[in-house]
């Protein structure tokens, strides 16, 4: 990467994430990626872990999550953070978008996303 990164809104680029759960790599730099995530109504996003720490922020829509051992309904405006490690899923209630920040970067998002 040079001196930076401008990436500008596009309908297209999203990967299936898992049944009924979409991903959009929006911008990254040397050490954060930012990633947009669809998940259609009841969609379950199955429990898993990963080395990069994980920061969201709901921006439409319900979504249970579970970090570790605890669970909660995440409503719009709500937040999170994920230490890297540490299993975590969801299951979508409703229609839901949620924007994501990993850090380190996701190596395996960069190659598979093209938008």
Known sequence: MTDGMFVHRSPGGYVAAAPGIR???LAHGGSTLLTEFRLD?????PVHDHPQEQTGYLVAGVLRLTIGDETR????GDSWSI??????????????????VFSPVREDYLLADVG
Do not use: I, Q
């Open 73 to 76: 309904d995440m409503s719009p």
């Open 41 to 45: 109504a009841g969609a379950v996003l």
């Open 23 to 25: 991903r959009k790599t």
């Open 83 to 100: 230490p890297g490690g540490v299993p975590h899923g969801g299951v979508a209630l409703v229609d839901t978008v949620a924007v994501e």
